[in-house]
């Protein structure tokens, strides 16, 4: 087990894709951390890096107190689970999980024993005669990190492992996955696309966006405070709502609404600069009355989210959205306020948060 | 109504030609040598196996197919590991122009076992000392062979996903474990295809063997049975009917083999 330091690590592709643009990042021993962004932003190429089946075209990989970076993928001791699995068709269960132990010349009887504790422990004890085709999606998860397990290595490198699993079977798998990595206390990376994933899991998290790193921070952090307009908008299941104003005194003047400057900009914006208001809409309390320093219109659409609803309403030539409790979502057309949380909204000037 | 009727009596009067076209020399096969005095006719055998007698009493005949033996599946396993290595290469190295080199590589196949590199291969074996010798003739044979091996393998190799290869590789594998224990077994089916269309070709390739060995006791069945002529300088049609069996049985009986055990799976050459 060790930690995990990137140090100016930059990947081009030889179509000329900067993949990753002089990325620093510290993951010290033990920690579950999540990379997080959009499709194409660099998640499997940083992870393949720091495994080595990619080259770094500059910048260092330090795993532990090695630095690693021109040690073949062999040598660099971390398990991979792949996005496929990538389990062995012709193998059966049981030497698909020695396959590791097999290449560091354990013996056969050895090897077995060791597949067979490490798959009880995942519940595959009645599977392990079967090929990798015989099995279900979520068993093929646990086989892979079965195969992962038995190499004791000094760090697990995921990416998306869960997302070939169905919704449901996502969030027994995301549960499980938490608690083992608890129990193995092993540095883990874990790439993913789905926000809620990497919320939930993550001890820390980094927002990716084209080769770079747009945040890092634990999962609340990053969810309360978004550090730049960017991450704002990419995380939450709503998106927030950014807006943008002016500042005037100790107001703001938002899409045509007076609202009152956020706890946390307080005497940070001076009169006159532009900003932009960011409110998610979790953070919004809906009234029909109107309200001091709240935004007001009429409803255009009201969403049903399960346990509330997501309405949007029309202020001026801007859209704000608000959470509603079940039970009292207004009509599509009424006139509608909503008010935002001064503790909670955020102001950001030239795209990062003040 | 009369038209439909005429036209599938021309129908199936065609397929029936040529199914005859296909058949017979088959069934001449079959029977002729069983038969005690065969002609170019296929005959009722009257069951002898005196043509077998005699084919075991010739001095070449047996020695030779064991030579077909050796020269094809000596050819075949250096083919079918050669090409495996080298397809795996070039199906997962990226090389400036390696698909310029994959066609130059089919079209001179076509040329090296070809009529005209007869002379120029010819000369070769005698400098290198290779005339007459079944090593060489292999040598030939598997140069002959690989080119288009290598391109057909290379489809296979293409088809196999990534990620097989570098899950082995992350836990240490060196290239060639991954060879051994992911490569291989993925496209055993290939292989064996490969392997079985060396052997085929080896197994009747007559020109070859016939400019290349001049020894009668190396040379294989194809070239042997060029040799079995009477005294009289006639065909010897019983000798060769009989020796034809026992010549295309092995083939046929491989081919089958395989067929269970792996199923062929051809791709085409050039995929995209
Ligand atoms: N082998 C490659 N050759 C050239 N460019 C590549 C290669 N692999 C990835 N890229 C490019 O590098 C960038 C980052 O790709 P990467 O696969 O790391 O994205 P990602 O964040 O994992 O996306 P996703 O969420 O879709 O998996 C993309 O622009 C991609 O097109
Ligand atoms: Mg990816």
Redesign the interface.
């Known amino acids: 087990m060790a930690a995990i330091e990137l140090r100016g690590l930059t990947k081009v592709y ?1 179509g000329g894709v900067k993949a990753l643009d002089a990325l620093d990042l510290a993951i010290p021993d033990g920690e579950f951390f999540a990379l997080l962004g959009p499709s194409g932003c660099g998640k499997t190429t940083l992870l393949r890096t720091i ?3 990619e080259t770094a075209t500059g910048g260092a990989v330090v795993i532990g107190d090695r630095d690693v970076t021109g040690l ?5 001791d ?3 689970v ?3 699995y ?1 389990l ?3 193998m059966d269960v049981t030497d698909n999980i020695a ?2 132990l ?3 010349k354990v013996a056969k009887a050895a090897r077995h024993e060791k597949a067979a504790e490490v798959g009880a422990r995942l519940g595959l004890d009645h599977l392990m005669d079967r090929r990798p085709g015989q099995l279900s999606g979520g068993q093929q998860q646990r086989v892979a990190l079965a195969r992962v397990m038995a ?1 004791q290595a000094q760090a697990y490198l995921f990416d998306e492992p869960l997302s070939n699993l169905d919704a449901r079977l996502r969030l027994e798998a995301r549960t499980f996955l938490k608690k083992l990595q608890r129990e193995l206390g092993v540095t883990t990376v874990f790439v993913t696309h789905d926000q809620a994933e990497a919320l939930a899991m993550a001890d820390r998290m980094a927002v990716m966006e084209a080769g770079h790193i747009r945040q890092i921070g634990t999962p609340s952090e990053v969810f309360q405070r978004p550090a730049n307009t960017f991450v704002a908008s990419f995380i939450g299941s709503t998106p927030m709502n950014l807006l943008d104003g002016v500042a005037r005194g100790d107001t703001l003047e938002v899409a045509g609404c007076k609202i009152r400057v956020p706890v946390s900009a307080e005497g940070r914006v001076p009169d006159g600069t532009a900003i932009v208001y960011g409110v998610r809409p979790e953070y919004m309390t809906y009234s029909a009355e109107p309200a001091d320093g709240a935004f007001g219109g009429k409803v255009a659409i009201v969403e049903n989210l399960g346990a509330s609803h997501l309405v949007t309403l029309d202020v001026g030539d801007v859209i704000v959205q608000a959470v509603v409790p079940e039970g009292s979502e207004p009509a599509v057309g009424d006139d509608g306020y909503a008010l935002p949380r001064r503790d909670r909204a955020l102001v950001y000037r030239d795209g990062e948060l003040v | 109504m009369t038209r439909f009727v005429l036209g599938r009596i021309g129908f199936y009067t065609l397929v029936a030609v040529l199914l005859a076209f296909f058949t017979i020399p088959l069934l001449w096969l079959v029977t002729a040598p069983f038969t005690s005095d065969p002609t170019y006719e296929v005959k009722v055998p009257d069951f002898t196996l005196d043509n077998f007698r005699a084919v075991l009493e010739h001095p070449y005949a047996l020695p030779s197919l064991w030579n077909s033996v050796v020269l094809s599946v000596g050819s075949a396993v250096l083919v079918v590991v050669m090409a495996a290595l080298a397809a795996y290469a070039l199906s997962r190295v990226r090389l400036p122009g390696r698909d310029a080199l994959l066609y130059a590589l089919l079209l001179l196949s076509s040329i090296i076992t070809g009529t005209a590199a007869m002379v120029p291969l010819f000369q070769l074996a005698v400098e290198l000392n290779l005339i007459d010798s079944q090593l060489g003739l292999i040598l030939i044979l598997t140069g002959g062979l690989l080119p288009a091996a290598i391109f057909m393998l290379k489809d296979f190799m293409d088809s196999t996903p990534k990620s097989y290869e570098e899950s082995a590789r992350v836990f240490g594998a060196s290239p060639l474990q991954i060879v051994r224990h992911v490569v291989v077994p993925l496209v055993r089916p290939g292989l064996a295809t490969i392997a079985v269309w060396a052997v085929a070709n080896v197994w009747g390739n007559f020109l070859m063997p016939y400019l290349l060995l001049s020894d009668v006791e190396k040379q294989p069945a194809a070239v042997i049975t060029y040799t079995l002529y009477t005294e009289g300088g006639q065909a010897n049609l019983s000798m060769l009917s009989t020796f034809g069996l026992l010549y295309s049985i092995p083939v046929v009986l491989m081919y089958l083999f395989v067929s269970k055990k792996y199923g062929f799976r051809f791709h085409g050459g050039i995929k995209r």
């Open positions: 030889p495994a080595g089946l073949q993928p062999g040598a660099r971390v398990a991979m792949f996005q496929d990538a062995f068709p012709h396959y590791p097999r290449i560091k190499t």
